[in-house]
């Protein structure tokens, strides 16, 4: 009952608010992401996209209801060679890959996010300026799928039975890199913003604010991102605001202090001594900036189902409005 007591004492006393500003130092072993979900694409040596999203390429190839001798090329700017540079693809034995002409050597070092996005060391292939990363391949379903496919198109139980024999998807570079975006950002609603431009991989950051993280290097990024800072922690009753966006979880360390935190804006800090201090924030995000939907007109959907990914009709959005989807890329905001 005492303890209560005390604590209710201790919540009435005026908050001290800290709130983190100035720069961050990033820590130097983090990995950035890069995500290529457009490709020249061609059936049988013909061009059928420049620039075209990847899906597309799935769907039309499907529609031929044969096989398809396919070629893809995805193009990466480089302004610095990471010293740490991964191609995170799915199912890497199904296509012959090539990085600017030549061969790669598709030895698995692990997976990143997902099993089956596996990583291959490609540092050893790539050039500072456009790189060409090809993934070519005999494209082909089974003739069970092209019937179940006819199916689909009808009956929405088949379609939630259908199953791909093979799939194309986006494909993803890992490093230590930082994503240069040097074109315009557009502030959009539910806390979302359309980046209108290219990328590039640059320098890794060592330094940024804790105020819109995506637009300082880090567009796709998806994972863990360790920062270190410092606070002053004064006055009685003082108490750390982390008002965070596009954020799960964050991990907060002040010495011998400790706190994880899934909910709540703030953490109080009654248990740090007073005077300044180096703080370790580490911020763990999502998927939603990696995997996206990067390219819907509204910008931020809360209400995300298979239609949100795909451009053209098809069999999982049966009609397409004009003004639904948008080339450049919707970023959800990461930070304060």
């Not at 804006?265 to 370790?280: D, F, M, N, S, T």
């Not at 999502?286 to 189902?305: C, Y």
Request: charged fraction near 30%.
């Amino acid at each position: 009952f005492e303890d209560g007591n005390k604590n209710k004492e201790y919540h009435e006393l005026a908050e001290n608010i800290i709130v983190q500003d100035g720069f961050y130092q990033v820590d130097e072993g983090t990995l950035n992401t890069l995500t290529l979900d457009k490709c020249d694409y061609y059936f049988d040596g013909e061009l059928q996209e420049k620039e075209g999203y990847i899906l597309n390429a799935c769907e039309r190839a499907n529609k031929l209801e044969r096989k398809v001798a396919l070629r893809m090329e995805f193009f990466a700017e480089l302004i610095e060679i990471p010293e740490v540079l991964y191609l995170v693809t799915e199912s890497p034995e199904k296509f012959r890959i090539t990085i600017n002409g030549q061969k790669i050597e598709k030895n698995i070092t692990g997976y990143f996010r997902d099993k089956s996005f596996k990583t291959i060391d490609i540092r050893q292939y790539v050039v500072r300026g456009k790189n060409t990363i090809a993934y070519e391949c005999d494209f082909v379903q089974s003739p069970t799928f092209y019937e179940n496919l006819k199916k689909a198109m009808v009956f929405e139980s088949e379609k939630n039975k259908l199953v791909y024999d093979m799939e194309l998807e986006s494909i993803y570079l890992l490093g230590n890199f930082s994503v240069r975006t040097d074109g315009e950002w557009i502030a959009l609603e539910r806390e979302a913003y359309r980046y209108i431009g290219s990328f590039a991989l640059d320098r890794p950051k060592k330094e940024i604010t804790l105020q819109n993280i995506e637009q300082q290097g880090f567009p796709f990024f998806c994972g863990e991102l360790t920062l270190y800072g410092e606070i002053e922690v004064q006055g009685a009753n003082p108490v750390l605001m982390v008002d965070f966006k596009g954020v799960n979880a964050i991990r907060v360390q002040i010495g011998a202090f400790e706190k994880v935190i899934f909910t709540g804006k703030k953490i109080p800090l009654e248990q740090v001594p007073a005077g300044k201090h180096r703080i370790k924030l580490t911020l763990i995000n999502n998927l939603r900036n990696l995997l996206g939907p990067h390219h819907l007109e509204i910008g931020e959907d809360h209400e995300v189902s298979p239609s949100s990914f795909f451009k053209e009709p098809c069999v999982w959005i049966k009609s397409v409005s004009e003004n639904r989807w948008n080339e450049d890329y919707c970023f959800v905001k990461m930070g304060r």
